[in-house]
């Protein structure tokens, strides 16, 4: 790669996570730029936080490839990622800068598996999911280290904050695919989904049998052949009448947000019959996918990454939680 890529792009920043993204950036003093196909809402979020901008829609291959110019990383957060991901992929293929999105969308997962070759030629890291999966996938491979032939994974997700208008037009695209497992290193639909109670520090809470997407991202950092999710709150998508509905604020204040953490409680079975569990104890959701896609960057601009599809965990493994902060991992006996 040229070495005088050195910046970063952030595509969608306009919107409810990709402004705290941008703040974020800001806060760590990252050379970035940002890009979205608004054009009053990208200037007038660029003049505030004062840096450069590009205006495109998300189609246009040469727009892509101008604003890449000069960048070493770019984080999508222009979701859903189902209309958007494809585009920024390739263009990152084509541009040589390694992608990042925080997709909570299976799909995208796959599709940066697809291009595993592709990215790999153009010498990238490509990871769908580098949001809330970046202290899930650490916490994963945590555990999958403390028992020799690890064979079960169950994961707990305890969401704080509510949900953004953006999540919520994107569950859709979740809540479509069902209860979804992997089994013996398959993907398959989980006939008999229960729910389980998992322990996050003092607190147990009943978790509902729901796909977040380590089914994919975690099997990729482990490869271990049978992994169940679970959430602790209802994916809003079977709940909200009108996806459409104008009403919905934008999120979560950022009050709100400071109100409560996220927990991920993880349990893996090894072949022997041993069991080991741990839990993260993080900021709440729209506060820990910023802090956690930035330190996935931030380490990319120090050229510290891998080549091709990767998940959080395939590529930092455990060592990244020590770039989110006031974010803990706690072993359980
Ligand atoms: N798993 C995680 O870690 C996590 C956490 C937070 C959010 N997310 C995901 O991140 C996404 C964004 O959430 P949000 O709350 O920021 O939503 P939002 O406030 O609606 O913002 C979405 C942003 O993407 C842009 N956008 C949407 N569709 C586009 C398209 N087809 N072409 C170009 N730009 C497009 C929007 O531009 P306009 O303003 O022009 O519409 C806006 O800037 C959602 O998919 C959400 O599920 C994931």
């Given at each position: ?128 999911g580098?949001?809330l999966f970046v202290?899930y996938d ?79 991202l ?94 959080p ?21």
């Open positions: 790669m040229n070495s005088k890529k050195n910046k970063l792009l952030i595509y969608g920043a306009t919107g409810y996570t990709g402004k705290i993204i941008a703040e974020r950036a800001k806060e760590l003093n990252i050379d970035f730029e940002i890009a979205g196909r608004d054009p009053d809402k990208t200037r007038k979020f660029a003049e505030e936080i004062a840096v450069d901008y590009h205006i495109f829609d998300v189609d246009t291959e040469y727009a892509w490839q101008k604003a890449l110019l000069g960048k070493q990383v770019l984080i999508n957060a222009a979701g859903p990622f189902k209309f958007t991901a494809e585009q920024a992929m390739r263009a990152c293929i084509k541009a040589g800068v390694h992608y990042l999105d925080i997709s909570a969308e299976m799909e995208t997962y796959r599709l940066a598996e697809l291009l595993d070759e592709e990215a790999n030629a153009a010498g990238i890291q490509l990871i769908s580098a949001g202290s650490a916490l994963v491979v945590h555990l999958s280290k403390l028992v020799p032939e690890p064979e079960y994974l169950r994961v707990g997700f305890q969401h704080y904050g509510g949900f953004s208008r953006g999540s919520v037009l994107s569950s859709k695209n979740i809540a479509d695919l069902g209860t979804l497992i992997r089994r013996n290193g398959d993907i398959v639909t989980n006939p008999d989904p229960k729910s389980k109670i998992f322990s996050f520090g003092e607190q147990e809470v009943d978790c509902m049998a729901t796909p977040l997407g380590g089914i994919i975690s099997y990729k950092s482990t490869g271990i052949p049978n992994i169940e999710e679970f959430f602790s709150l209802k994916l809003p998508a079977t709940e909200v009448p009108d996806l459409t509905m104008v009403n919905l604020p934008d999120g979560p204040t950022k009050a709100e947000r400071a109100a409560g953490r996220n927990g991920i409680a993880a349990e893996i079975t090894g072949r022997d019959g041993k069991v080991v569990k741990a839990w993260v104890d993080a900021p709440s959701g729209y506060d820990l996918t910023p802090l956690s896609v930035v330190a996935v960057a931030h380490r990319i601009l120090n050229n510290d990454f891998k080549f091709g599809y990767q998940s965990g395939s590529a930092y493994g455990e060592d990244i939680l020590q770039d989110i902060p006031n974010t803990s991992l706690v072993d359980m006996i």
